[in-house]
């Protein structure tokens, strides 16, 4: 399943970074975006969805708070919430590639009277693909190190820039 989350990551990047030569900006200090993405989930194998925010301190250091749900599979669901920080750094006119870090906090429901909830912390990387200056495209892998639930999440999102 791990291979299966590094796999996707590289063929969202590989798409996405051909449609670079339509950017039209990048990141600057004091943005922010408030956005939607949607992906992956290994620990129960199943979709979530999310909504994120994100406040650049600088061209190269911003914080990435994100909620989301991730959908029932295998009679667990779940509810995440995390802080990240992001490294983003310019590869080319209106594309940014970054890795990032973070706590974490998950709240599993696997099945009547099975709840873990569980903190810890993420690791991960994306790619930020800006459309038009109030619109960018967001992709991104982490793993999040937990006590028995650990997993990977990837997902693409949509974001409005302002």
């Known amino acids: 399943m791990k291979s299966f989350c590094k796999y996707s990551l590289l063929a969202l990047a590989v798409a996405t970074g051909s449609f670079i030569t339509s950017t039209t900006a990048s990141a600057q200090k004091g943005e922010k975006t408030l956005g939607i993405s949607g992906g992956y989930a290994s620990y129960n194998e199943s979709g979530m969805a999310s909504v994120f925010f994100q406040y650049s301190f600088s061209s190269h250091v911003r914080i ?62 994306g790619l930020d693909l800006y459309l038009t200056s109030s619109l960018k495209l967001n992709v991104q892998a982490k793993y999040s190190f937990m006590d028995k639930t650990n997993g990977c999440f990837a997902q693409i999102g949509i974001g409005y820039v302002f």
């Open 64 to 125: 990435a708070p994100e909620i989301g749900y991730v959908f029932r599979n295998h009679d667990k669901s779940g509810i995440t919430a995390c802080v990240d920080m992001h490294f983003p750094f310019r590869v080319a006119r209106g594309f940014k590639l970054y890795p990032l870090a973070g706590i974490t906090y998950n709240g599993w429901d696997n099945g009547p009277g099975k709840h873990l909830v569980h903190g810890g912390l993420d690791l991960g990387g």
